[in-house]
Each structure stands twice: as structure tokens, then as C-alpha cells.
T-cell receptor, first 116, second 113 residues
Framework: GAVVSQHPSRVICKSGTSVKIECRSL??????MFWYRQFPKQSLMLMAT?????????EQGVEKDKFLINHASLTLSTLTVTSAHPEDSSFYIC????????????FGEGSRLTVL | GDSVTQMEGPVTLSEEAFLTINCTYT??????LFWYVQYPGEGLQLLLK?????DKGSNKGFEATYRKETTSFHLEKGSVQVSDSAVYFC????????????FGSGTRLSIRP
């Protein structure tokens, strides 16, 4: 079946540095990918929709300059957390719908970011 | 806007007990409804789905029926197992939103042997 892979699965960084998280669709092409953030014991919050070849669409309240999203190809989207601070520590999850499967998503394994 | 409300957890049951996790939704259109499951240490995966009113989604012994009149999609299983321990998310997707999915807050289920 369709597989979405994220890397890295865990990352620890110092405050003020930037961290890049990759999301790849392994056996299908994804013109759209979604980035979610999950706080401990809470639901997934949609951060932004990544569109191949165009700018990402951010949800209300999400800082686009803070969370840079690039969807350079049909199989890769990246999320860069710029100038990370401890409050950015969270579990970031990407997902993608296989072409033709409206509404259903396949999720990456998630990336746990810890900012010291 | 669209939203999903599901019962708060944690829910703790004994093995072989009957499970119900309530989920209701608010949507302006005609959404598809989903249950996703997140096992410990793993990513989310689709458990079941229903795309129109009165549809019943089922998988691994779990069932949920799309009830438009009550705007509900309750998850049920007749006899739970320890391996069902996970966090369950009710979700909806409105076709007009290009597959964007709105999740409920999640319900943590723990099954005692």
C-alpha cells in the first residue's frame, strides 16, 4: 500500500537553530501534502497544506516565516522550523493523499523535535 | 467551520468488553468520516471510513455507521483485546477542502488483560 516516510524521527537541537524535516511519498506521487503538529495527549492540529510547485497554504495562527514549507517535487515536502525555541518542541507529522483517493490520508511516522 | 467532537478519555476496559467511543461532527457539506488509530510508538493509520449517510465502515472487528440525522459516527467493537490499546481519532474530510482532514481530540483506550 501507499507509504509515507518522514526523516528524522527524532531530533534535538539548541535554541536558535533551524531544523529541517523531510516527508517523502515512497510509492506514489503527491501533489498535496499536509503538515500536522501534535501536542502531548492532544489531537493533531493542521499547520499547513504543501502544494507541489507553489506556495504552501497555512492555517490561521501558524507563522509562515517560522515554519517554512517547500514542496519541490511530487514525492518530497520539507518543513523547516526556523530559529527554534523550546515552545516549538512537539511531534510533527506529515501526510499525503494518494492520487484519486480523496479524503483518505497516509501518514508518516512523525518527527519528534526537542529544542533545548 | 467544520469540527469533530469525540468522547474524552482515557477509557479503560477489561479484555472482551464491549467498546463504544462516541463521535459527533459539524460540517456544512457532506463529509466523509474516518476513524484513525495510533498504536504506541507508531504513526496514524486508517482504521475505517464511510463516505455517505448510512454507510457502515468496518475493519478488525470495529464498526462505525455514518448517521446523518444525528451527525454521529460512533466507533464500536463487540469484544476488545489487549492489542486494541491505542489512541483513536475520529475525523472528517470535506471534498471541497482538497482532502484536508479535521481530527477530533483523540480517545486513549487501554485494555486490561
Amino acid at each position: 500500500g501507499a507509504v509515507v516516510s518522514q526523516h528524522p524521527s527524532r531530533v534535538i537541537c539548541k535554541s536558535g537553530t533551524s531544523v529541517k524535516i523531510e516527508c517523502r511519498s515512497l510509492d506514489f506521487q503527491a501533489t498535496t501534502m499536509f503538515w500536522y503538529r501534535q501536542f502531548p495527549k492532544q489531537s493533531l492540529m493542521l499547520m499547513a497544506t504543501s502544494n507541489e510547485g507553489s506556495k504552501a497554504t497555512y492555517e490561521q495562527g501558524v507563522e509562515k516565516d517560522k515554519f517554512l514549507i517547500n514542496h519541490a517535487s511530487l514525492t518530497l515536502s520539507t518543513l523547516t522550523v526556523t530559529s527554534a525555541h523550546p515552545e516549538d518542541s512537539s511531534f510533527y507529522i506529515c501526510s499525503a493523499p494518494p492520487r484519486g483517493e480523496t479524503g483518505e490520508l497516509f501518514f508518516g511516522e512523525g518527527s519528534r523535535l526537542t529544542v533545548l | 467551520g467544520d469540527s469533530v467532537t469525540q468522547m474524552e478519555g482515557p477509557v479503560t476496559l477489561s479484555e472482551e468488553a464491549f467498546l463504544t467511543i462516541n463521535c459527533t461532527y459539524t460540517a456544512t457539506g457532506y463529509p466523509s468520516l474516518f476513524w484513525y488509530v495510533q498504536y504506541p510508538g507508531e504513526g496514524l493509520q486508517l482504521l475505517l471510513k464511510a463516505t455517505k449517510a448510512d454507510d457502515k465502515g468496518s475493519n478488525k472487528g470495529f464498526e462505525a455507521t455514518y448517521r446523518k440525522e444525528t451527525t454521529s459516527f460512533h466507533l464500536e467493537k463487540g469484544s476488545v483485546q489487549v492489542s486494541d490499546s491505542a489512541v483513536y481519532f475520529c475525523a472528517l474530510s470535506d471534498y471541497s477542502s482538497a482532502s484536508k482532514i479535521i481530527f477530533g481530540s483523540g480517545t486513549r483506550l487501554s485494555i486490561r488483560p
